[in-house]
């Protein structure tokens, strides 16, 4: 096990000065115009596909680096260049954790190579779990897949929501009810190859903030998948379920994590080190502009009103990479989250990132709540942050009730 460090190493620091050089020369260039058209910066993907930024390897390489400091050393870069871009070429990320977490090798080895394709032809993944009346509360989720045994495949139906390249993807890792009666512990997860009958996008959203990140329904009607794509296999499930069952019957027990809340378990250090690159992002803007902005004959960070905020922002940020830095080494190295320090980061970083890009609007006054100033975007994609992988208050009653272990609503 690697020893904690808040150090990065040489080669990663090689790693993070490439990731800000394309986030600084690549990215950051072109989010105004991608946030403005509203639409997959397909050009920037590829870009990213031709360095290696946008490929398994790479994201292999960082979510095995037992420091556990590669995945949001990377994030906070590209995030830093941009969200809506950034999430654009890491949202394929949240289906292949998916995939990680719960396949097999095989299927591993199968799917996630098509989630990136190749630099002359990328291609998109979509994790799909939430439903219009299943958010937070995952137990609600109606989608249901059905198991065929005599063609051995598994048929889906229902209506996913707010799906990462929900539609566009090539790959959709959808999660649908297999035994209604076990809640949350009756979900397993499923691989929609490409172009599978049946499978379409629904609405487009129209989006507040990242909205260079496509985010759409998903829409199953008798989606036939071969028994191969159900995550784990039939045996691991019908193993999974037995126990779950038994645990019913026996009056509750040991608690079960089922498929869904496997990956965002996983993948909420790594929001929270997005939130961490937006928050960096927008300070930074705001530091520069406090130095050079001059009101009443001296510039405006001579005033402590002005750099005592700074000086918060900075001390909020510093604090939320140490959090996520933490959880990231943890969940790396196996250590129980035994505070919920997963959820402990995500949900501080992403209130910094909401309130320290607040604070860089009004340290550029007028100009900062105008679209030439890019603080303005920053602070609307930082709303995000709150929002997905389980929101604030959901992040809050996880941490509540793993300290309390009592039952807290
Ligand atoms: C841009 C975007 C991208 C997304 N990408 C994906 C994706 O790729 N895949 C995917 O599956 N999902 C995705 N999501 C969905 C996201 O995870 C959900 O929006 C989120 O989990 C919240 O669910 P909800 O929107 O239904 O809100 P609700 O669950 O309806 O919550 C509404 C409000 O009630 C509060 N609330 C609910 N229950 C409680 C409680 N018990 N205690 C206190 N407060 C509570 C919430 O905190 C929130 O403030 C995305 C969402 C967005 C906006």
Redesign the pocket.
Same mark, same amino acid.
């Given at each position: 096990m690697a020893e904690f460090t808040m150090e990065l190493n040489d080669e990663q620091r090689e790693v993070r000065d490439w990731l800000h050089g394309f986030a600084a020369d690549v990215i950051r260039p072109a989010a105004a115009e991608w946030d403005e058209r509203e639409e997959t910066p397909w050009p920037v993907i590829q870009e990213a596909a031709k360095v290696g930024i946008y490929s398994l390897d790479f994201y292999a390489q960082q979510y095995f680096d037992s420091t556990g400091l590669g995945i949001p050393m990377a994030m906070e870069e590209l995030f830093w260049g941009d969200a809506g871009i950034a999430l654009s070429i890491v #949202?394929t990320g949240?289906a292949a954790v998916g995939v990680l977490a719960n396949g097999t090798e095989e299927q591993i080895g199968t799917w996630i190579p098509q989630m990136y394709g190749d630099p002359g032809d990328v291609k998109v993944a *979509?994790?799909? =779990? =939430?439903e219009p009346d299943a #958010?937070?509360?995952v137990s609600s989720m109606r989608t249901r897949a059905v198991y065929d045994q005599a063609k051995d495949e598994w048929v889906l139906n229902g209506t %996913?929501t707010? *799906?990462?390249n929900g539609g566009i993807a090539n790959v959709h890792v959808v999660v649908a009810v297999v035994d209604a009666d076990l809640g949350s512990k009756g979900h397993a997860s499923f691989i929609v190859p490409p172009n599978t009958p049946g499978l379409s996008q629904g609405q487009k959203f129209k %989006?507040h903030g +990242?909205r260079a =990140?496509h985010?759409a329904e998903v829409v199953l009607e008798d989606v036939r998948v071969p028994g191969s794509c159900l995550l784990g296999g039939k045996e691991k499930l019908d193993e999974r379920l037995a126990r779950a069952r038994e645990r019913v019957r026996a009056g509750g027990g040991e608690r079960v994590k089922n498929a869904a809340m496997a990956t965002f378990e996983a993948s909420r250090p790594a929001v929270g080190a997005m939130a961490v690159g937006t928050a960096r992002a927008a300070y930074e803007v705001a530091l520069d502009y406090a130095r050079t902005r001059e009101q009443f004959g001296r510039p405006i960070i001579d005033n402590q009103g002005v750099a005592f905020q700074l000086a918060d922002m900075r001390t909020s940020i510093d604090a939320a990479r140490l959090l996520v830095w933490r959880a990231s080494w943890m969940a790396v190295n196996g250590r129980p989250f035994t505070a919920a320090e997963g959820s402990m980061s995500k949900l501080f970083a992403s209130e910094t990132a909401k309130k320290v890009t607040g604070q860089a609007i009004q340290i550029l006054g007028g100009n900062g709540y105008t679209r030439e100033y890019p603080v303005e975007r920053m602070h609307r994609d930082a709303a +995000?942050y709150t +929002?997905?992988?389980?929101? =604030?208050?959901?992040q809050r009653?996880v941490i509540a009730r793993t300290l309390s272990g009592m039952p807290i609503?």
């Amino acid at each position: 096990m690697a020893e904690f460090t808040m150090e990065l190493n040489d080669e990663q620091r090689e790693v993070r000065d490439w990731l800000h050089g394309f986030a600084a020369d690549v990215i950051r260039p072109a989010a105004a115009e991608w946030d403005e058209r509203e639409e997959t910066p397909w050009p920037v993907i590829q870009e990213a596909a031709k360095v290696g930024i946008y490929s398994l390897d790479f994201y292999a390489q960082q979510y095995f680096d037992s420091t556990g400091l590669g995945i949001p050393m990377a994030m906070e870069e590209l995030f830093w260049g941009d969200a809506g871009i950034a999430l654009s070429i890491v #949202g394929t990320g949240l289906a292949a954790v998916g995939v990680l977490a719960n396949g097999t090798e095989e299927q591993i080895g199968t799917w996630i190579p098509q989630m990136y394709g190749d630099p002359g032809d990328v291609k998109v993944a *979509a994790f799909c =779990s =939430s439903e219009p009346d299943a #958010g937070s509360d995952v137990s609600s989720m109606r989608t249901r897949a059905v198991y065929d045994q005599a063609k051995d495949e598994w048929v889906l139906n229902g209506t %996913k929501t707010w *799906a990462t390249n929900g539609g566009i993807a090539n790959v959709h890792v959808v999660v649908a009810v297999v035994d209604a009666d076990l809640g949350s512990k009756g979900h397993a997860s499923f691989i929609v190859p490409p172009n599978t009958p049946g499978l379409s996008q629904g609405q487009k959203f129209k %989006k507040h903030g +990242i909205r260079a =990140s496509h985010t759409a329904e998903v829409v199953l009607e008798d989606v036939r998948v071969p028994g191969s794509c159900l995550l784990g296999g039939k045996e691991k499930l019908d193993e999974r379920l037995a126990r779950a069952r038994e645990r019913v019957r026996a009056g509750g027990g040991e608690r079960v994590k089922n498929a869904a809340m496997a990956t965002f378990e996983a993948s909420r250090p790594a929001v929270g080190a997005m939130a961490v690159g937006t928050a960096r992002a927008a300070y930074e803007v705001a530091l520069d502009y406090a130095r050079t902005r001059e009101q009443f004959g001296r510039p405006i960070i001579d005033n402590q009103g002005v750099a005592f905020q700074l000086a918060d922002m900075r001390t909020s940020i510093d604090a939320a990479r140490l959090l996520v830095w933490r959880a990231s080494w943890m969940a790396v190295n196996g250590r129980p989250f035994t505070a919920a320090e997963g959820s402990m980061s995500k949900l501080f970083a992403s209130e910094t990132a909401k309130k320290v890009t607040g604070q860089a609007i009004q340290i550029l006054g007028g100009n900062g709540y105008t679209r030439e100033y890019p603080v303005e975007r920053m602070h609307r994609d930082a709303a +995000i942050y709150t +929002i997905f992988e389980g929101t =604030s208050e959901i992040q809050r009653l996880v941490i509540a009730r793993t300290l309390s272990g009592m039952p807290i609503r």
